[in-house]
Structures are given as C-alpha cells and as structure tokens.
C-alpha cells in the first residue's frame, strides 16, 4: 500500500542520463524491493551486470544503510562508510571526503553483490557508500530514513559533480519525516478498522 489505500507492486527500474557536455552520462538503477532468496539476489545482481557491461560503464556507485545502535549515532549527519573493489579508488576517496572505512563484515544484498560481481567478471571498480541509520529502527520495519537517504545524495552531488536538485534538505526534514508519520499512522488506523489482517502480520505489511 502506497497512499490512500492505493496498491502498487514493488518495481525495478533503470534510467538512463545523457550527459550534454559529453562528461558523464549516469545510468540509475532503483528498486522498492529486492528479493529475500540468496539465490533471487544472486540472479537479478547477475542479470544487472550484464547490462552494465552492455553499455560499457565504467564505474558503479552502490548506496545502501549502514546499521548502528541508535547511542552511536552523535551527529544530526549521519556519518558515510565506503567500500570498493579497488583498493588505489578507495584510498582516494578516504583522502578527499571524511568517509570511514568498512574493516570487516558484509554487504548484505544486491548493493553488495553487484559491484563484486561486475568487478569478477568484466574488471568494472566499484564504490559502496553507506550511510549510518538507526538498527533498532530497521528491526521494527521502519524501513524509511530520509536522513540517511539524503546525506548520500548530497554526497553524490558534492563527490561526483552530479546534476542533482536540491528538492529536499536536512534543514526540514524535520517536516518531511512528520508529514510521513501521519499518513502512517493513519493507515495503520483504517487497518486497524477493517480487522482483516492479522495482528501479528499486519506490521510486516506496512513498507511505506
């Protein structure tokens, strides 16, 4: 459920930008879900890939969440954390921006799978950018973290001289998050009215 009781079905999409001074033409893939199988992973990461080799790109750019307890969090910014499948990439960006390094674990998810797999297979570099969000948050399926999402476009924007407009900011999103609140909390209302959802399964349906 989207908005106003309308449905929509989860969709991927890739877009494409033609550069006009011929420096940089973007190709954006994005997603409302991705699948919960290894294997549905592992096949879509797969099948991405060979489009990205398709139209010769030469450098992917993955943005994801970095989950931290809630006490970590000091900053109203949320601090970004890289990895890349070239290490003489990577140390170039931890020189020029205050990024933190990833020392070990896993990039659960496509975010991950596809920059290490385009790297095996046709040696195009990747960097993986997560910004830190609330885990206690992400356990409860509040899956929505405007702040996080909006630190990393304003990364992009400043990292990447990218042709984003600034239609959001961390100045109100204070008043994003509110608004968002409210149309949750009044689904979670007209739910709670109709009965026709379990209890217990009603809460996994909420992805807003």
Request: with cysteine.
């Amino acid at each position: 459920i989207v908005d106003d009781s309308l449905l929509s079905a989860p969709k991927a999409e890739i877009l494409y930008w033609e550069d006009p001074n011929k420096l940089r033409d973007i190709i954006l893939i994005t997603a409302d879900a991705q699948s919960l199988s290894p294997r549905g992973i592992y096949k879509i990461s797969d099948f991405l890939c060979e489009i990205i080799h398709q139209y010769q790109i030469k450098l992917i750019i993955a943005l994801g969440a970095y989950p931290v307890n809630r006490r970590k969090i000091n900053s109203k910014v949320p601090k970004i954390y890289i990895s890349s499948t070239n290490r003489k990439l990577l140390g170039q960006y931890l020189m020029e921006n205050n990024y933190k390094k990833i020392q070990k674990g896993v990039i659960i998810g496509a975010n991950g799978l596809i920059p290490t797999l385009a790297k095996a297979r046709f040696d195009i570099d990747g960097l993986v950018f997560l910004a830190e969000t609330d885990n206690l948050a992400i356990v409860n399926e509040d899956i929505t973290d405007l702040r996080a999402s909006i630190t990393l476009l304003e990364m992009l924007k400043k990292s990447f001289t990218l042709p984003i407009k600034k239609k959001y900011s961390l100045e109100n999103i204070d008043d994003i998050t509110k608004n968002l609140q409210v149309k949750r909390d009044q689904l979670e209302k007209d739910l709670d009215s109709l009965q026709l959802i379990d209890a217990d399964d009603k809460q996994k349906s909420l992805y807003i």
